[in-house]
């Protein structure tokens, strides 16, 4: 079985038991993929790596989700039931693409969605778009915590570190994982450059400190001896 394989079963183990506008009436704002930065961490750290798949709450559609990733001329949409690729096409401000049955309209943080079923009006979901953006990046499980800020990625075989609100990047090859005897808990640990971590997922839910947002496991994550706690989930 390979790592990764392990990886997603164990977080579906861990997981199991656990309870109409027009064009220029949308503001100015920045294209995408920017999102202003707040005191978010991961937003924080995005200055070299700015998001590229966003997430919309939109009125009749309900959750959709738009990657810009893999060409500078068309984009995917993931609809409820379908994902279509549409072509990049003219637009006088905002951006646009269509394939002539699809129309997606975006313009800072909203957007306008033509399909058969009519206009549909959309607003980027900030912390939703974070995770989408890190699913299709290939991230197997994400975790965050607060005062300082942290978020801690795997992927496959890596782990990722932002420290201290994001300013600090940190990678480790997995060198060791266990199941804890009894538990549904597993510990993941490495050494790198003289930083040593040691992850701990909790098979029990969480509420983050600051936003309130439940999530399916907790964490206990150990850098260089020093000791934070968070809340993460399978992304997989």
């Not at 409820?80 to 699809?102: C, F, H, M, R």
């Not at 597993?186 to 439940?214: A, H, P, W």
Request: charge should be negative; proline fraction near 5%.
């Amino acid at each position: 079985m390979s790592f990764k394989t392990f990886l997603s079963l164990l977080i579906s183990v861990l997981a199991t038991g656990l309870t109409g506008c027009d064009n220029n009436e949308l503001p100015p704002a920045p294209e995408p993929p920017e999102l202003s930065q707040d005191s978010d961490p991961d937003e924080q750290a995005r200055s070299d790596d700015p998001l590229k798949t966003f997430a919309y709450d939109c009125v009749i559609n309900g959750y959709v989700v738009i990657d810009y990733r893999n060409t500078a001329n068309a984009a995917w949409i993931f609809l409820p039931g379908k994902t279509v690729q549409l072509p990049k096409a003219k637009s006088a401000s905002g951006v646009k693409y269509d394939n002539g049955e699809i129309s997606f309209f975006s313009k800072g943080s909203e957007a306008k969605l033509m399909t058969a079923e009519g206009e549909d009006h959309c607003i980027v979901n900030r912390k939703a778009s974070i995770y989408e953006d890190a699913k299709l990046r290939g991230v197997d499980y994400r975790a965050t915590g607060n005062e300082p800020g942290w978020v801690l990625e795997i992927t496959g075989s890596s782990m990722n570190y932002l420290a201290n609100y994001g300013t600090e990047k940190y990678q480790f090859e997995i060198s060791g994982h266990e199941r804890e005897p009894g538990s549904r808990n597993v510990v993941y640990s490495s050494n790198s450059g003289g930083n040593r971590i040691s992850v701990k997922i909790l098979g029990e839910t969480c509420t983050d400190s600051m936003s309130g947002e439940r999530f399916e496991t907790a964490v206990e994550l150990s850098f260089n001896d020093t000791s934070y706690k968070g809340c993460g989930r399978g992304l997989h």
